[in-house]
């Protein structure tokens, strides 16, 4: 498989905080500069923003491309964040996908630097709806590269692994091989 600078890249991210799944992406046609880093590292860099993620609607767009109108659907419902990513970085910027063109910062592959902090945009939904989208997505093709109906969308690993992980639960709890937790309230236990 080749790769193509003309290739938008749809991530995943968990935010382990807030217990949500964030949608971002990598745009290859966007220039791979970015503002310039102090030569010495800082033991706590600030965070700069990702010189090449997609905006909240170039989001939107790349997934509903891919997912068609499931994820046009789900996609509208997001809500907009900004992202703090740690990114592997190489010649003052973060090291693009591989789906994204090998000498677009001038690393050599396979030798990333110390993870930097970035900024991107993103976007959320509530658990359900995220794993909706993540199936819608994940049903569309794109496991190894750009997706047939969108030649120009390719998902992440990290997408495509919560994807994955979606498929798994659904078919866990459509076999019945789960427990349930029990709650105690006022009313005795209860089964969630």
């Known amino acids: 498989m080749g790769h193509h600078a003309e290739v938008r890249v749809l991530h995943s991210t968990w935010l382990a905080r807030d217990e949500l799944l964030a949608f971002w992406g990598e745009d290859g046609t966007l220039s791979s500069t970015s503002v310039p880093r102090r030569s010495r590292h800082p ?4 965070p700069v923003p990702h010189p090449f993620a997609l905006d909240a609607d170039g989001i939107r767009l790349a997934a509903g491309e891919v997912g068609g ?7 509208v419902k997001a809500r907009e964040v900004d992202l703090h990513l740690r990114l592997p970085g190489a010649g ?3 090291i693009g996908s591989p789906l994204l063109e090998d000498d677009r910062i001038g690393f050599a592959p396979g030798s990333p630097g110390d993870p930097l902090p970035w900024t991107a ?8 709806d995220a ?10 093709g794109a496991w190894d590269g750009p ?4 030649p120009e969308v390719a998902l992440g690993t990290d997408l495509r ?18 427990l349930p ?3 105690r309230t006022a009313q005795g236990s209860v089964a969630r």
């Not at 692994?161 to 789960?178: C, D, I, K």
């Open 43 to 46: 033991k706590h860099p600030r």
């Open 69 to 75: 109108v499931a994820a046009e659907d789900l996609i």
């Open 92 to 94: 003052g910027g973060p």
């Open 121 to 128: 945009a993103g976007l959320v939904l509530d658990p359900f």
């Open 131 to 140: 794993a909706r989208l993540v199936l819608a997505l994940g049903t569309a």
């Open 147 to 150: 997706a047939p109906e969108a």
């Open 161 to 178: 692994f919560a994807a994955r992980a979606a498929e798994v639960v659904l078919e866990l709890l459509t076999r019945g091989r789960l």
């Open 181 to 183: 937790v029990l709650e």
